[in-house]
């Protein structure tokens, strides 16, 4: 059973950081491409970065414009969240998926984690 665990939100001031981690179990990862989400209050959930488990390789949002980075531990099937310069409008629960193709979309993700809260004080 394929499991995704987030950790490491919180509470932090504008223009701190703060590092997601996502602990994944349940199967082997490397043919999967590993992503996060946000969803803020009455919003729709909206991608934010993804990361293919094999090469690497990375897909952003356009809206992070350099504040946030993600990447990989293969030891550890952990994958992480980087996010710095925070700002008021990062304030949302913060989703961990996977799926098998690198996309924007939430529909290529077939697992998701139960997400974890980041609040950003102005």
């Known amino acids: 059973q394929v499991q995704l665990v987030e950790s490491g939100g919180g509470l932090v001031q504008a223009g701190g950081s703060l590092r997601l981690s996502c602990a994944a179990s349940?199967?082997?990862?490397?043919?999967?491409?590993m992503a996060w989400f946000r969803q803020a209050p009455g919003k729709e959930r909206e991608f934010v970065a993804a990361?293919?488990?094999?090469?690497?390789?990375?897909l952003y949002a356009d809206f992070m414009k350099g504040r946030f980075a993600i990447s990989r531990d293969n030891a550890e099937n952990t994958v992480y969240l980087q996010m710095s310069s925070l700002k008021p409008e990062d304030t949302a629960v913060y989703y961990c998926a996977a799926g098998g193709s690198v996309s924007y979309h939430r529909s290529a993700y077939a697992y998701w984690g139960q997400g974890t809260q980041v609040t950003v004080s102005s």
């Open positions: 349940g199967r082997t990862f490397s043919s999967y491409t």
């Open positions: 990361i293919r488990w094999s090469t690497g390789s990375t």
